[in-house]
């Protein structure tokens, strides 16, 4: 596709259970980017792939969530034991290259921990 | 700790005038601002970016200004119209791994 495509758009899930979040990225972009938005917090930078690679992990809110990328391109951020917290929408961007080279980013996939 | 702040939070301007949102940073290592427009429900879209060895840059009706002194940035909409209505949002990056570090938004209003 043209753009970055997440899915799936809308989870809806209890507290507890695992949710697993995918982004596509652009065709060609080496590098994605994993973001939460909320009222709260704003706009969040959770982890940065280069690659298949992750070479910071430190922004990942706690050790319930974790990331994979495969392949250079479609990653997936998954969520253990999901708390009420972690309701947010989850957005994946996405550019050429790392470094200063902009951000395209997906529309994002609202969670909901009910 | 805020490393981008943003203001104002909101803005209501009347169609043809020149909303101003600034955006201020603490973090000199900074070396790449970009702004994005998010409409409801859709992901932030890339208006326009500055690096500091610049102080102004336009792109058709947006225009950001660049203090690298004050540390400061502002972006500038030129003949606002109904469909800019939208939250705006500055960012800031020192590149490499790290990601974006953005302000909390400005939810702006063009009135007709």
């Known amino acids: 596709g043209a753009g970055v495509s997440q899915s799936p758009s809308n989870k809806v899930t209890e507290k507890g259970k695992d949710v697993e979040l995918r982004c596509d990225p652009i065709s060609g972009h080496t590098a994605l980017y994993w973001y939460r938005q909320s009222l709260g917090q704003g706009l969040e930078f959770l982890i940065y792939f280069q690659g298949n690679s992750a070479p910071d992990k430190s922004g990942l809110p706690s050790d319930r969530f974790s990331a994979e990328r495969t392949g250079g391109s479609v990653s997936t951020l998954t969520i253990q034991r999901t708390q009420q917290e972690d309701s947010a929408v989850y957005l994946c961007?996405?550019?050429?290259?790392?470094?200063?080279?902009?951000?395209?980013f997906g529309d994002g996939t609202r969670l909901s921990i009910l | 700790q805020q490393q981008v702040k943003q203001s104002p939070q909101s803005l209501i301007v009347q169609k043809g005038g020149i909303p101003i949102i600034n955006c201020a940073y603490e973090n000199t290592a900074f070396d790449y601002f970009p702004w994005y427009q998010q409409f409801p429900g859709k992901g932030p879209a890339l208006l326009i970016a500055?690096?500091?060895?610049?102080s102004e840059k336009k792109e058709g009706r947006f225009t950001i200004s660049f203090n690298k002194s004050a540390k400061q940035f502002s972006l500038h909409i030129m003949d606002s119209q109904p469909g800019d209505s939208a939250t705006y949002f500055c960012a800031a990056s020192r590149g490499g791994a790290d990601g974006l570090t953005f302000g909390k938004g400005t939810h702006l209003i063009i009135q007709p």
């Open positions: 500055i690096r500091p060895d610049v």
């Open positions: 961007a996405s550019s050429i290259e790392a470094g200063n080279q902009p951000q395209h």
